[in-house]
């Protein structure tokens, strides 16, 4: 049977593509960690292979034979919450029932019952530390989704660990990892008495904290061509720094993608088809409309105030001072759930290009659904829209509706710039593309439509470039450099069509007549069309 593209659950070689998990992080680094008796963190965003990572490893270690390695996910008792007795409880089952399924016999369940009616604030405690001094090797435990438990119950599973950590190999485990989306030193635990700690106070043994990255492009290269070595179908080199642009290696977007292209797209079964850029195009297009569990968790995500604080910033494209004052817990939240990155000496930005457009389409969805804008009424003959008919019943709609509307919006900083993009998300949807390109500190939001003319795909192509900016100081300077900066995007894109540049005035103090205006600009042999708004 053929193998497929995963995206759900952990990855088994003998059905999927897979990269070999043990080397997706620096192995003698973690061998050393659990030689030398530490225990240590393993995190990275959701649906990045940590799962598969930690069962290779399990499995690594046992064929070595030094220890008895076992892997346990406590996800579970997220639903008893501050319910101690019960998380604790239903934690020492789970690492009974696994370790039974690594050494074959019935001890680390008859220890369990030793243990069944002892206190659950050192019942953990006691049941690791009978358990190491039963087993023929030194103990190494794997806590997959350790961040899933919360208050009471985390702070008692994280301090339990702790108490057994002196008495390590012997009468308690050799090694502990704690896996999960965030490092523990992250967590602000909030107790039922509404008092708040952290993890890194409740779990102070830490030795380090392991990230686990995405792929490179290299590994994308060689994910893809085992499906090309196995049924012979081939992708375009074009279709490469496409998909890196689109998920920067982000192991589900890229999974998620192939796995589209190759088969949800029923035609392209047929692996005499070569895979083209475009067919991922629209493979990006079909998982963003459809909203795979991944997206709908990310897209739940902005609605937290601590994501909304950080991600506010870069959809209005302010600088790094005007929001020096959100708190570093929460930039680390969100780079933790893997919704931005931080590179050093660069400006915080959308993790990748299915994420910024998922980002804004998301947060104006209502407001898409709930305009009237026919599309076909900006289609020419030739099939191209008519962007100049499109921004002129765009002023008219911003003047009647913008502060309204813009009051919806839970991110109202982006506001002008997130209506404006559901409006051309409405008109372009299902008969084009929409590029984004915008971050802290660039000050301007820079929009690529692309419009097939004809109905198959590889023909002729509309490109448009818009570029939208927060009017601040002088009028004339803010066009003068708009256009410079609109005529570098039409280059670096190529084979534009037309460029627009969109200045927004936010001030209130001009009346409605003085805000709305166009004109056409000319700019280094090129004709731009500036808007006022």
Not at 190 to 202: E, K, R
Not at 262 to 274: C, K, L, P
Not at 288 to 295: G, Q
């Amino acid at each position: 049977m053929e193998r497929h593209f995963n995206t759900a659950g952990p990855n088994v070689a003998a059905d999927s593509y897979t990269l070999d998990p043990l080397s997706r992080f620096d192995l003698d680094d973690i061998l050393e960690l659990i030689d030398r008796k530490k225990y240590f963190v393993l995190h990275a965003p959701r649906q990045t292979g940590k799962t598969s990572c930690l069962l290779a490893l399990r499995d690594y270690l046992n064929e070595r034979g030094d220890y008895i390695a076992v892997y346990v996910n406590v996800e579970g008792g997220q639903a008893a919450r501050n319910n101690v007795a019960s998380v604790i409880r239903a934690t020492c089952d789970t690492i009974g029932r696994m370790t039974r399924n690594i050494v074959n016999n019935d001890i680390p369940l008859q220890i369990r019952e030793q243990v069944r009616n002892y206190d659950e604030a050192s019942m953990l405690t006691s049941y690791l530390a009978y358990l190491a001094a039963a087993l023929p090797k030194p103990l190494v435990l794997f806590i997959d989704e350790i961040d899933a438990l919360v208050g009471d119950s985390l702070v008692s599973v994280l301090r339990q660990i702790r108490a057994g950590y002196d008495e390590r190999p012997a009468r308690f485990p050799q090694s502990i990892v704690l896996c999960g989306v965030r490092d523990v030193r992250d967590y602000r635990i909030v107790l039922s008495n509404q008092d708040i700690i952290t993890g890194g106070s409740a779990f102070n043994i830490k030795a380090k904290s392991l990230r686990l990255g995405n792929f490179t492009p290299d590994e994308i290269r060689s994910l893809y061509g085992q499906h090309t070595a196995e049924t012979g179908q081939v992708f375009d080199e074009e279709c490469f720094p496409l998909v890196w642009q689109a998920t920067e290696g982000q192991p589900w977007l890229v999974n998620a993608l192939a796995n589209e292209v190759t088969y949800e797209m029923r035609e392209n079964r047929d692996r005499t088809v070569r895979i083209t850029a475009e067919m991922m195009y629209r493979a990006q297009e079909r998982i963003i409309y459809r909203r795979d569990t991944h997206i709908d968790i990310l897209i739940d995500k902005l609605k937290e105030p601590r994501v909304r604080r950080v991600i506010e910033p870069i959809l209005a494209n302010e600088d790094e001072a005007d929001e020096s004052l959100i708190p570093s817990d929460d930039i680390q939240y969100v780079e933790d759930l893997g919704l931005i990155k931080t590179e050093r000496g660069k400006a915080r930005r959308i993790a990748c290009g299915i994420y910024r457009e998922i980002i804004p389409r998301e947060l104006t969805w209502s407001t898409q659904t709930g305009l009237t804008t026919d599309p076909q009424w900006y289609v020419n003959d030739d099939n191209s829209l008519n962007i100049e008919k499109l921004l002129l019943d765009f002023q008219q709609f911003f003047r009647q509706n913008a502060d309204s509307w813009i009051g919806r919006f839970d991110y109202a900083e982006a506001g002008p710039q997130l209506l404006l993009q559901a409006f051309l998300q409405r008109v372009v949807n299902g008969g084009g593309y929409i590029d984004r390109e915008y971050g802290l500190g660039r000050r301007r939001t820079d929009l690529l439509i692309r419009k097939p003319l004809t109905d198959g795909y590889g023909g002729p192509i509309q490109r448009v470039v818009l570029e939208l900016k927060i009017l601040r100081g002088d009028l004339e300077k803010t066009i003068v450099k708009g256009l410079e900066q609109t005529a570098a995007y039409m280059d670096l894109v190529g084979a534009v069509d037309e460029g627009h540049f969109i200045v927004f005035d936010r001030s209130g103090n001009k009346s409605w007549d003085e805000r709305i205006w166009h004109e056409a600009r000319q700019y280094q042999g090129r004709t731009i069309m500036v808007w006022g708004m």
